[in-house]
C-alpha cells in the first residue's frame, strides 16, 4: 500500500464523513423547522380559541343566548358608559347627561374588575386577602367584573330588602341596572341612551376564553367540539363550570346577643383589614356617608360602645341588615351578605374595632 493510496483513501473517508454531517444538519434542520412551524400553528391556533368571546363559544356549543346579547359594541358608547358607572354622569353624541345620583356611584359599593385569582372562587376571606393584595375596596356588593355573562341578578334574599323591587331585576340585566340606579343608588331611573352605554360598556368587558382556568386538553375539547358542529352540552357545562353566572346572597341577620363573642378569640390583624379596605373605604372623611371614622382611638371607642343592641350603631346589625334612606339623609348603608362577609370575619372585626378603642 503506498503512501499515495492511504492518503487518498484518508482524504476519501473525510469527505464522507463530511457529507454525512451536511446531510444530517439539513434533515435535522429540516425536522427542526417543520416541528417550529407545527408548534407556530398549533400556538395560532390556540390563541385564537382563547381570545374567542365566551357567550358566543357557549351558543355554539348550543347555549341560549342571554337576553342581553350584543353582536359588537360602540367604543365611543362603551366609554361613556364607564365614565357613568365611575361618575355618575357622562355625555354621548350631543346629549349632556346629568347626575344619576347625588349620593352614590356604582363604584362605591361594586369593583370593576376580578376580585378572586380563580373565577370560582367565592370563599370571602380569599376574597378579602385578594382585594387588600391588590389594593381594592373590600365592598359589599359583587363585581361588575364578568356580568355580562352572568344571568340572574339580586339573588336569594334580596327580597327580604327591596321586596317585589326584584322581581322584574332578577332575569334581565338592563331591569337590574334601573334597580341599582333608582333605589340602591337613591337616584334616578336612566333614560335609554345611559342605560344603552352602560350595557355597551359590560359588553367590552364580556369574559373571554383566556379569562378562564382552561387547561390545554379542554381547550381542545372545545375547539373539537365546536369544529364538529357544536351542539355538544357537556362541553358547555365543562365551561359554564369554570366562572360565575350568579352570585347568592344570603341575609343573616343580626346575631342574638348571646351569640356574639363581641370579638374574643378573633384576628385582630384580619379585622384591620376588613376596617381598613371596607369601613374605611365609604366612611374615612365621611366620603359617602354621614358617619366619619378613622384609625384613631374615638372611632374605636364609638363603635365598642354601641356594640351591643340591634340599632343601626351596632355593627352587628348594621352590617348584617345595613339602613335605609330616610328623608333629607338619602345615604345609606348596604349590608353584607354571609357570602360576602363570614361571621368569623365579623368577629375578626371586633376583635380590631376592641383594640382600637384602648389605644
Not at 376574597?127 to 340572574?152: A, E, H, M, Q, W
Not at 339580586?154 to 327591596?162: E, I
Not at 331585576?169 to 343608588?185: F, P
Not at 352590617?319 to 351578605?337: A, D, F, K, N
Request: hydrophobic share 30%; proline share 2%.
Amino acid at each position: 500500500m503506498t503512501i499515495t493510496y492511504l492518503i487518498l483513501t484518508t482524504m476519501k473517508f473525510k469527505n464522507n464523513i463530511l457529507f454525512l454531517l451536511i446531510v444530517s444538519s439539513a434533515i435535522g434542520y429540516g425536522f427542526i423547522y417543520s416541528s417550529s412551524s407545527e408548534i407556530e400553528k398549533i400556538e395560532a391556533l390556540s390563541s385564537e380559541i382563547k381570545s374567542q368571546n365566551l357567550v358566543d363559544v357557549e351558543i355554539a356549543l348550543g347555549g341560549e343566548k342571554p337576553n342581553h346579547h350584543m353582536k359588537e359594541f360602540d367604543p365611543e358608547l362603551a366609554e361613556a358608559g364607564e365614565l357613568l358607572i365611575k361618575e355618575g354622569k357622562a355625555s354621548y353624541n350631543g346629549k349632556n347627561g346629568s347626575l344619576i345620583s347625588s349620593y352614590f356611584n356604582c363604584t362605591d359599593c361594586h369593583n370593576l374588575v376580578k376580585e378572586t385569582e380563580s373565577l370560582t372562587d367565592l370563599d370571602p376571606q380569599n376574597r378579602l386577602d385578594y382585594l387588600v393584595k391588590k389594593g381594592l375596596p373590600y365592598t359589599p356588593g359583587s363585581t361588575f367584573y364578568g356580568i355580562y355573562n352572568r344571568d340572574k341578578y339580586y339573588n336569594d334574599d334580596y327580597d327580604k330588602k327591596y321586596g317585589d323591587l326584584v322581581v322584574d331585576a332578577r332575569d334581565t340585566l338592563e331591569n337590574a341596572i334601573q334597580l341599582c340606579a333608582e333605589y340602591c343608588a337613591s337616584g334616578r331611573p336612566l333614560v335609554d341612551w345611559e342605560l344603552n352605554a352602560i350595557m355597551h360598556y359590560y359588553k367590552s368587558q364580556e369574559l373571554k376564553l383566556k379569562d378562564l382556568n382552561l387547561s390545554d386538553s379542554e381547550l381542545n375539547k372545545i375547539q373539537s367540539s365546536i369544529k364538529n358542529g357544536g351542539q355538544d352540552k357537556e362541553t358547555l357545562k365543562l365551561l359554564q363550570s369554570k366562572y360565575v353566572q350568579a352570585y347568592g346572597a344570603t341575609f343573616t341577620g343580626s346575631k342574638a346577643e348571646s351569640e356574639r363573642k363581641y370579638g374574643e378569640g378573633g384576628d385582630v390583624e384580619n379585622g384591620r383589614k376588613i376596617y381598613e379596605s371596607g369601613c374605611m373605604f365609604c366612611h374615612k372623611n365621611s366620603r359617602v356617608t354621614f358617619l366619619n371614622l378613622d384609625d384613631d382611638v374615638l372611632s374605636g371607642q364609638y363603635l365598642w360602645k354601641h356594640r351591643k343592641g340591634y340599632d343601626d350603631l351596632s355593627i352587628y346589625q348594621v352590617v348584617r341588615w345595613g339602613t335605609y334612606p330616610i328623608v333629607g339623609r338619602q345615604q345609606y348603608m348596604p349590608l353584607y351578605t354571609k357570602e360576602k362577609m363570614s361571621s368569623q370575619q365579623l368577629e375578626d372585626l371586633m376583635s380590631y374595632i376592641k383594640e382600637l378603642a384602648k389605644k
